[in-house]
Each structure stands twice: as C-alpha cells, then as structure tokens.
C-alpha cells in the first residue's frame, strides 16, 4: 500500500523511540483487545451504539482518521462511543469482521454490527454516516430514505421506493446509499437509460466504490443483450462454438453477460471462471472485473440489528464467548467463489 510505504519512509528518519510515540493512535480512544471486547464492546453497545476504528501504527491514514473521530464523538456529546482496535495485534476480531483494508470503521448497536465505512473520511461525512444510526435527541432514530423505500418494495410499492429514493437523491446528492439503491431498483425495473444516467456521477468517484462498479456490470450486460445480436442467442448456440475452440473469451463473455442478464449468476461465475483460468489478463482483466461485480451484487445486505435465543447476534457474533462469524447461505456461496477467484489468480 501507498500509505503503508509511506509511514515507512517517515519512520526511517526517526529514531525508534520517537517513531513509536509518532504513531501512537489518539489517546482518548478506548484500546480494545479480545481479553476486554466483550466489555467494551459487544455489553456496551447494549446501551449506547460503538463505533469500532480498526487501525495500525504504520497507516498513514488510521493516523489521520483518529483525531477526526474523536473531535466527533467529543461533538456528539455522549450519543456513541468510540473504541479502537489495532488490526496488527488483534487479528482474530479484524478476522471475525471480515477487515480486508484499514482504516475500517464499524458501528455496533445492541450487540449487532449495523454498517461501516472504509478508509480516511472528512468529519463532514463522519457525521453524515452516524446520523443514519444514532437516536436524536435520546428518541428513537428515524428510518433512512434507503430503509423507507426498502419498506416499500417489500410491499410491492415500487413507484412509491422510487420516488422516495429520487427524492432523497434531490435534495442530497452525496446520498450514496440511497443512490446505490435508485440504481438498482431503476435497473430492476428495466429502466436502463435513467439507471445509467443515476449511476454516472458515482462513476467518476475517486476512489469508486466496488458497488457502484458492480452495477457498471450490470448495466454492461443488460445493454450487451439488447443491443449485441448474440444477446437473442440460446444457451447451445453459445456452446456449440466453445466446443470449437476453448480459448473463444469473447464467446464466453458474451454468454456470461446472456447469464447475468438471466439472473443466472452462478452460471455466468462459472463461465468467467473458464477465462481467467486460461489467460487473468484478457481484454484488460474483463472476466475478473466481471465476476467481482458479481460477487458484490450477491453479497446479502448487513443484517439488521437483532439477537437470537442462542445468545448470537444476526452476523455471528457471540455476546459471550470468543468472537465467531456465522455465515448465511448466500454469504458461504458468495465466500465459495472468492477463493475459487482466488484460486485461479494465485
């Protein structure tokens, strides 16, 4: 990483005293290891939502983020709590949490991881994300435009989602999360040309968020099928050709796309899988931006917070007990691919 060779030049330049106290993380912020996570954490988030920084005393960013965090939380007088976790020294709850990159922050409330955000934030946006969660004014936190119109679809009220998602993005068009899910009911619905147009300032993010490109993909298929002769194609047509001639990546793209475009993701997985099998870098790694993407749209939504009989909560984690990570079927399914991906570019 960038800002990972970063800290280490800088270090190189002190001594070993002064670079260790250089990277202390702020010192308002509670440490959490596994010996006090349970106290800290999981019991406290019963009464009070935590917000977890996952960090490292080599990340330029991790050293950036915590000021920032803790001028918030001072801000918010007493609404959550802040706690941090250094990823390098407790790696089986950076594990249990799924860390892949740091600075990670998760918000935890009444046991149960509720959502995160990754990487160096303004507090401007730090705000934005626990407004989403916390309770004003000690009452009840409202429902976001995302969870309204999530209501919504589930009641068969489409138009009315919609709406209230165009709405949401109109008076705040930062709003990523009721963008993501403009997008995706746009393109549920068929209407390819306004989900295009939705997606395209999400586009030219830096960096752009996997799921905004997830939905590029998407897009790509449904509009391949439409405008690609091949896109009217049956299954054996495809197959017939790649009888012929294995290394026809063109072919299986295209029948990949048909698939995606079918809803038959594990199919379409297997078919990108056969690419990057035999050439990771055709077409300037198509295949496997493809099948990412197709992993993030099958990857479940973050469980809403709620704790079973058995003392876990809905992602897995114990109240009590050593941290563990239960994984529904379509996150095993989703994990199962991965390191199939994983397999083939290694």
Known sequence: MDARQHAIVLTSFLTASNALSAFQAPPNMI??????????????????????????PWCGPCKSLGP??????????????????????????????GIKSIPTCILLMNGQPVDGFTGAQTEGKIKEFLDKHLPADNGPAAPSEAEQAQAMMESGDLQSAQDTLAEALAVNPANDEARFDYVKLLIRTGQLAAAKSALAPALVQIPMQLRFE????WLLALEFVSTDPRGQWGLPQFDALIAQNKRDFETRLAKAQLLMSQGAWVAAMDELLEIIMRDKTWNEQTPRKTFVAILELLTPPKPKPAQDASGKTAAGIEILGKVVVEEDPQLALVSAYRRKLSMMLN
């Open 214 to 217: 997830a939905l590029k993909h």
């Open 31 to 56: 440490d959490v290891t596994l010996a006090n996570f349970e106290q800290e954490v999981i019991q406290a988030s019963m009464t009070i939502p935590v917000l977890v920084d996952f960090w490292a």
């Open 68 to 97: 920032i965090l803790e001028k918030v939380e001072t801000a918010y007088e007493g609404r959550f709590k802040l706690v941090k976790i250094d990823s390098d020294q407790e790696q089986q709850i950076g594990a249990a949490f």
